[in-house]
């Protein structure tokens, strides 16, 4: 029997680029998984071509994002930034233009389409009928689990975008769960098939994301040596909580004012989704809150730059109401540096609590502000963890990630062809 190659996957991310930098906009840990993995699977012969929308005029139609990995930015209703709901109105003009782009080609150009967001499984699917070949989709966020844990101050997740998300979990070949929460979330909130359901964790970049000295770190970014230093990273927006830091950390001052001359709230990242309508939210929090003089608000920063806020940071705190996994956390982790997490979604795999951080139920700064205190006073407890927190990290590589991509795409393939398929690794 012929044995078959995955040889180049369609990879769909329509409502964001993998070339825009995370912790703005809508690009955050979806953006980074797509071009962390799609690195690795070029290097072992798997060519990966992505396509998203056109967010500017002068964008290349055609951009290398390394050997072997493509990036097609099409054109698909105004170029300037459109908010994440008016994006359903333009699947049609970015469905015609992967359609298009494939025919150029000779028939069997892709071995699979990677979908990810629910906007692109809705392309995929349009697609997969059209080239005969199998849809693998990662939702990455999920309307009915978002509903179910809905920050302060947010809008729940309208019910098109649940319809939307259900059909896409019904066509899809295979569905990726970051992990097995997340699978379970998709079997029993949307019906999937198990067997249709794979776990494949996402990885952390540990040339990139490892220990230094954290003397040198803090130098370079201006940060007191001797600081208790709080770090958030993401997006600001109500789903992320950084204003529960905020308010966890105004309350540790008003139990422990003596720790004012050396706290230092620091929050990377820009305002994304709802966090659009109010961009001054943070600093109006923290003058509200009397807190000014310990925060610093810092733009969204690249990956050599951030790995330096992870090493300077005592710890780093991820309150969100949900995360598919939190690459934020496994990131700090393998920088040396502990987290303190909302206990939901993904960050309970992420994080080991008691071992390279600590989980926090619910969300009240009551119960985050004795936590981060015992953390930022504890040199010893620290330090523990911080040790455990690199050896827990060092087990998410973006290479473990990319082969067990393969092992689905080949399965998604043989089953629909019902032949073997050969790995490329």
């Keep these: 029997m012929r044995r078959r190659r995955v040889s180049r996957v369609a990879t769909i991310s329509m ?3 993998p070339l825009d930098q995370p912790g703005t906009g809508d690009a955050g840990g979806m953006n980074v998984y797509i071009v962390e993995s799609a690195k690795r699977l070029a290097r072992h012969g798997v060519e990966v071509e992505i396509f998203t929308r056109a967010t500017a005029r002068d964008l290349p139609p055609v951009a290398e994002l ?8 099409l054109t698909a209703g105004p170029y300037e930034e459109m908010d994440r709901s008016d994006l359903p109105g333009q699947l049609c003009a970015f469905l015609s233009e992967v359609l298009r782009t494939e025919a150029m080609y000779d028939p069997g150009r892709y071995d699979v389409i990677h979908s990810h967001y629910w906007l692109s499984g809705q392309v995929g699917w349009l697609a997969k009928e059209r080239w005969g070949v199998p849809l693998v989709h990662t939702m990455h966020t999920m309307a009915k689990v978002k509903n179910l844990l809905l920050a302060r101050g947010d809008k729940p997740e309208p019910p098109a975008r649940v319809f939307g998300e259900e059909q896409v979990v019904q066509v ?3 569905l990726v769960a970051n992990t097995a929460d997340e699978a379970r979330e998709l079997i029993d909130l949307y019906g999937a098939d198990e067997r249709r359901v794979a776990v494949v964790n996402p990885g952390v970049n540990l040339s990139v994301f490892r220990p230094a000295s954290q003397a040198a770190a ?15 990273v993401g997006r600001i927006q109500p789903l992320k909580a950084p204003d529960v830091l905020l308010r966890a950390a105004s309350r540790m001052l008003i139990d422990d004012p003596s720790l004012r ?3 230092v709230v620091a929050c990377v990242g820009g305002p994304s989704g709802n966090g659009l309508a109010r961009p001054s939210l943070l600093a109006e929090l923290a003058t509200e809150l009397g807190i000014s003089d310990v925060v610093r608000l810092v733009p969204p920063a690249p990956q050599e730059a951030l790995a330096d806020w992870y090493r300077a940071a005592s710890v780093t705190v991820v309150p969100s109401y949900s995360e598919s996994f939190g690459l934020v956390a496994l990131e700090s982790q393998a920088c040396g540096t502990p987290v303190a997490a909302a206990a939901v979604g993904g960050l309970r795999t992420a994080v080991r609590d008691g071992v390279s951080g600590v989980l926090v139920d619910g969300h009240d700064p009551a119960a985050w502000a004795p936590a981060l205190h015992r953390l930022i006073t504890s040199p010893r407890l620290r330090d523990t963890l911080a040790r455990d927190a690199r050896a827990h990290a060092a087990a ?6 990319a082969t067990r991509l393969v092992e689905v795409y080949a399965g998604a393939i043989a089953n629909l062809h019902k032949t073997p398929v050969a790995l490329n690794f």
Aim: charge should be positive.
């Design 15 to 17: 409502h964001t680029s």
């Design 66 to 73: 390394a050997p072997g990995v493509l990036v097609r930015h």
């Design 172 to 174: 899809a070949d295979r």
């Design 218 to 232: 803090r130098h370079r970014l201006g940060l007191p040596q001797n600081a208790h230093v709080l770090l958030f």
């Design 261 to 263: 001359d050396r706290l």
């Design 396 to 401: 998410f590589g973006w290479q473990s990630t």
